[in-house]
Antibody, heavy 120, light 108 residues
Framework: QVQLQESGPGLVKPSETLSLTCAVS?????????WGWIRQPPGKGLEWIGS???????YYNPSLKSRVTISVDTSKNQFSLKLSSVTAADTAVYYC?????????????WGQGTLVTVSS | AIRMTQSPSSFSASTGDRVTITCRAS??????LAWYQQKPGKAPKLLIY???TLQSGVPSRFSGSGSGTDFTLTISCLQSEDFATYYC??????????FGGGTKVEIK
């Protein structure tokens, strides 16, 4: 059973960089699949941030692309999100998730999510 | 970007009701549509992919239909555990992957 677990600071100051990691268990990232990040502001809907293949190729949401970096560390079986120059609008629950095999980009496994608040 | 519009945004229903949620894409997406269920404080859960294929372990009272621009999620006999918010997501054209705004199903 694949499990994903987000980790990182719950509070980030405005203009700083948000950094989160998603640890994957029950499956080796290097074996394939795309892996993604999605966020959900409090009381609002879901927004896709970006996705990465085990080889390192990425897709980013154009609305966030200038501020987002997603990377993968196959040795640690985890992937990471960095979002720079954050503002209060980046306050959200951040989820990591897996896309199923075959390159079809819906999400079949999700982490539990982690709330990141941007505030001074 | 393909815009996904769900309707209604919320409604009330009773246990045992048959309910239908609609999702419309701003352009054709073939059958590249997924539906998710989200309960408060929890991550979304995949219900349906490819517009009508039930994810393993999902009760058969859930069904999906549609192709092109118009899609529906139907719950044939609403159970207490089905009160939640439902989202559609297109994966036909990206980036970006896009979600609908959500439909909240509340207890009448």
């Amino acid at each position: 059973q694949v499990q994903l677990q987000e980790s990182g600071p719950g509070l980030v100051k405005p203009s700083e960089t948000l950094s989160l990691t998603c640890a994957v268990s029950g499956y080796s990232i290097s074996s394939g699949y795309y892996w993604g990040w999605i966020r959900q502001p409090p009381g609002k809907g879901l927004e896709w941030i970006g996705s990465i293949y085990h080889s390192g190729s990425t897709y980013y949401n154009p609305s966030l692309k200038s501020r987002v970096t997603i990377s993968v560390d196959t040795s640690k079986n985890q992937f990471s999100l960095k979002l720079s120059s954050v503002t209060a609008a980046d306050t959200a629950v951040y989820y990591c998730a897996r896309h199923p095999i075959g390159g079809v980009l819906y999400f079949d496994y999700w982490g539990q999510g982690t709330l990141v608040t941007v505030s001074s | 970007a393909i815009r996904m519009t769900q309707s209604p945004s919320s409604f009330s229903a009773s246990t045992g009701d048959r309910v239908t949620i609609t999702c419309r894409a701003s352009q054709g997406i073939s059958s590249y549509l997924a539906w998710y269920q989200q309960k408060p404080g929890k991550a979304p859960k995949l219900l349906i992919y490819a517009a009508s294929t039930l994810q393993s372990g999902v009760p058969s009272r859930f069904s999906g239909s549609g192709s092109g621009t118009d899609f529906t999620l139907t719950i044939s006999c609403l159970q207490s555990e089905d009160f939640a918010t439902y989202y559609c997501q297109q994966y036909y054209s990206y980036p970006p992957l896009t979600f609908g705004g959500g439909t909240k199903v509340e207890i009448k």
